[in-house]
C-alpha cells in the first residue's frame, strides 16, 4: 500500500484558516525603540546608515515621545551623545549628563511609557572604550564598576524606569543592584545585555553615538562570537546577580542562543536587533532587492520564535503601524 499523504496544506488553504493556526505572533506589547538624544537645540538630524531614526535634541523630544506612545510602543531605550566627553565618562554620571535630562522629558511628556535607560561609559569616555583604562590601554573591570554604578543611581534618580547596563565588565549586575537598593531604588529592575557578542553588526549604531573606540576593540571585554556554552554562563551569572530581564545581542545571527537562554531560565527574554541587522534590511529594500515590511516582519517574527520575550528593534514604530 502505498504511504498515505498526510495534507498538512489543508490549514494552510485561506489567510483565516493560517491566522487561526499561528504558532507566534508579533505584538506591539513586546518592543522597545531605541532614541539618540545629543546636545543643541532643535535638532532632529538623520543618521545616515540607519534611515528614518534621528538624534533628537531635548526641545525636540516631547514629539516624538508623544509619537511613540500614541502608536501604543511600551518602552524607549535611551542613548546618549554628550557635548564633552573626558576620561572618567562625566557625561554618563553627571546629574545634569545628557541620558538624565533626556529621562525628564520622556517621563514628562509621556509619564507611562517605560524609560529604559542604556547604562555604559563608551558614549562618554574620551578613548570610546566602555569602561577606565590602565597605562597600557586595557579596561579595568573593577575600577569601571565604580561609574557604572554611579551612572545606574543618576538615571534612576532622573526616572528611569529600567536599568540596562551595556558595558560587559564582570560583576556589574551585582554591583548596580547594590547601588541601586542603597540609593532607594530597589524597586527599579535590572534588564542585562547578559549574552553580549563583540559584533561587526553594532558599525551604524557606533556611527550614530559617535562611541567607536579610539585605538582597539571591544573583544577584550564582549563576547567572541563562536561561544554558545559561555552565553549561557553569562545569562546564569547576570540572573545569580540580580537581573531580571536577561537580553542576547545582537538577534538574528544569534537566534540559537536566543532558544537556549529560552529553555534555561523563566524571566523574560530580551532580544536587542541591532543596527547593522537594521540597516542590512533598509540597504536591501533601497536596492529594491526586498520587500521591506515582509522582510523586516519575518525577522522579526523569528526572533520572537526563537524565544525573545521583549525585541529591542529600530523598526518598533513600523512594526507598530504594520500590526495594528
Ligand atoms: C554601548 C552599546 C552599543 C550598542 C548598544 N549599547 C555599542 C557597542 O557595544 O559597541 C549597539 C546597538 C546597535 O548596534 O544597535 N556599549
Redesign the pocket.
Known amino acids: 500500500m502505498a504511504f498515505p499523504i498526510q495534507r498538512l496544506r489543508r490549514l494552510r488553504r485561506t489567510e483565516t484558516l493560517r491566522r487561526m493556526v499561528r504558532e507566534t505572533r508579533l505584538s506591539v506589547d513586546q518592543l522597545i525603540y531605541?532614541l539618540f538624544i545629543t546636545a543643541g537645540q532643535g535638532v532632529q538630524e538623520p543618521i545616515g546608515a540607519m534611515p528614518g531614526n534621528y538624534r533628537w535634541s531635548l526641545d525636540r523630544l516631547p514629539g516624538e515621545i508623544e509619537e511613540i506612545a500614541s502608536l501604543g510602543i511600551p518602552a524607549v531605550l535611551l542613548?546618549g551623545i554628550p557635548a564633552d566627553k573626558d576620561p572618567e565618562a562625566t557625561g554618563a554620571w553627571h546629574e545634569r549628563g545628557i541620558v538624565q535630562e533626556a529621562l525628564r522629558v520622556v517621563k514628562g511628556a509621556a509619564p507611562e511609557l517605560v524609560a529604559v535607560a542604556?547604562t555604559?561609559l563608551?558614549?562618554y569616555t574620551s578613548h570610546g572604550h566602555?569602561g577606565r583604562l590602565d597605562e597600557r590601554g586595557q579596561v579595568l573591570n573593577d575600577a569601571t564598576l565604580e561609574l557604572l554604578v554611579r551612572t545606574a543611581v543618576a538615571q534612576a534618580a532622573a526616572g528611569a524606569d529600567i536599568i540596562a547596563p551595556?558595558?560587559m565588565m564582570d560583576g556589574r549586575v551585582a554591583a548596580i543592584r547594590a547601588g541601586l537598593d542603597a540609593n532607594g531604588f530597589d524597586q527599579i529592575p535590572i534588564m542585562s545585555?547578559a549574552a553580549?557578542f563583540a559584533s561587526g553588526?553594532?558599525g551604524?549604531?557606533?556611527e550614530a553615538?559617535g562611541?567607536t573606540p579610539a585605538f582597539g576593540d571591544?573583544r577584550g571585554y564582549?563576547m567572541d562570537p563562536p561561544n554558545r556554552r559561555e552565553a549561557l554562563r553569562e545569562v546564569l551569572l547576570d540572573i545569580e546577580e540580580g537581573a531580571d530581564i536577561v537580553m542576547v545581542k545582537p538577534a538574528v545571527a544569534y537566534l540559537d542562543i536566543i532558544r537556549d537562554v529560552r529553555e534555561a531560565v523563566p524571566h523574560p527574554v530580551a532580544a536587542?536587533h541591532?543596527?547593522?541587522e537594521f540597516s542590512m534590511i533598509k540597504a536591501a529594500a533601497a536596492n529594491g532587492w526586498i520587500d521591506e515590511q515582509r522582510v523586516a516582519t519575518e525577522t522579526l517574527t523569528s526572533i520572537a520564535r526563537a524565544g525573545a520575550d521583549l525585541i529591542i528593534t529600530y523598526y518598533a514604530k513600523d512594526v507598530a503601524g504594520w500590526i495594528s
Open positions: 531605541p542613548f542604556d555604559c563608551c558614549e566602555c551595556s558595558d545585555y553580549k553588526f553594532y551604524p549604531f557606533r553615538a562611541s571591544r564582549q536587542y541591532v543596527s547593522g
